[in-house]
């Protein structure tokens, strides 16, 4: 069963709204077979120009990350659309995952990250000036196939992913490409021979 951390930025989170995320996103627990315990972060921000805007992330346990997020001119609109989202990525994922040769009982495990909420920011600096790092992050990972960290990938809306291969035990990474296709990039051992 989920848990629920709500907070909002700009906005005082009443217990109408709390109790609307809370009904709102225990939907998405049907999707499982055994019931997750997880918290499910949920963060509201409304803008000056009155748009409101609503980000979901979950980390269930083995390690998968639902997470979404949408924008619409109302605080409870925008609920509804992210967990719309979710849905949409659940189901994606269990179709994946059951076309593969193993059916799993519930989602995998792909990769525990501390991410969570957070995507990656950077910054470009114009002209000569040093490099900035203006945010860092610390993620574990979990051994699994380059499959299913597109998979993960996806969920979470970024670009890339770093990942531990499962056949190798090495680090790597997988990354978006144009045109829809995907790349892999694995790390050697010993840095000094790259």
Same mark, same amino acid.
């Given at each position: 069963?989920?848990?629920?951390?709500?907070? &909002?930025?700009?906005?005082?989170?009443?217990?109408?709204?709390?109790?609307?995320?809370?009904?709102?996103?225990?939907?998405? /627990?049907?999707?499982?077979?055994?019931?997750?315990?997880? +918290?499910?972060?949920?963060?509201?921000?409304?803008?000056?120009?009155?748009?409101?805007?609503?980000? $979901?992330?979950?980390?269930?346990?083995?390690?998968?990350?639902?997470?979404?997020?949408?924008?619409?001119?109302?605080?409870?609109?925008?609920?509804?659309?992210?967990?719309? %989202?979710?849905?949409?990525? $659940?189901?994606?994922? %269990?179709?994946?995952?059951?076309?593969?040769? !193993?059916?799993?009982?519930?989602?995998? &495990? *792909? $990769?525990?990250?501390?991410?969570? *909420?957070?995507?990656?920011?950077?910054?470009?600096?114009?002209?000569?000036?040093?490099?900035?790092?203006?945010?860092?992050?610390?993620?574990?990972? %979990?051994?699994? +196939?380059? /499959? /299913? *960290?597109?998979?993960?990938?996806?969920? #979470?809306?970024?670009?890339?992913?770093?990942? =531990?291969?499962?056949?190798? &035990?090495?680090?790597? #990474?997988?990354?978006?490409? !144009?045109?829809?296709?995907? &790349?892999?990039?694995?790390? =050697?051992?010993?840095? /000094?021979?790259?």
């Amino acid at each position: 069963m989920f848990t629920y951390n709500v907070r &909002g930025e700009n906005i005082e989170i009443t217990p109408a709204i709390r109790e609307y995320a809370e009904k709102k996103i225990s939907k998405i /627990e049907r999707y499982f077979t055994d019931s997750p315990d997880a +918290t499910a972060y949920v963060n509201a921000k409304v803008y000056p120009n009155k748009d409101a805007k609503a980000e $979901v992330t979950i980390p269930l346990t083995g390690g998968l990350t639902l997470r979404a997020e949408e924008t619409s001119q109302d605080l409870y609109g925008s609920i509804d659309l992210v967990v719309d %989202k979710l849905e949409r990525q $659940v189901r994606k994922y %269990k179709t994946k995952m059951n076309r593969k040769p !193993r059916v799993s009982a519930g989602l995998p &495990g *792909a $990769v525990e990250t501390q991410v969570q *909420a957070d995507r990656v920011e950077q910054e470009a600096e114009e002209g000569h000036d040093p490099i900035k790092i203006v945010r860092r992050k610390t993620l574990s990972v %979990k051994p699994m +196939t380059a /499959e /299913e *960290a597109v998979l993960q990938m996806e969920m #979470l809306g970024h670009n890339f992913f770093i990942f =531990e291969d499962a056949e190798t &035990g090495k680090g790597a #990474l997988v990354y978006a490409r !144009r045109k829809g296709s995907y &790349g892999l990039i694995a790390i =050697e051992d010993d840095l /000094e021979d790259a």
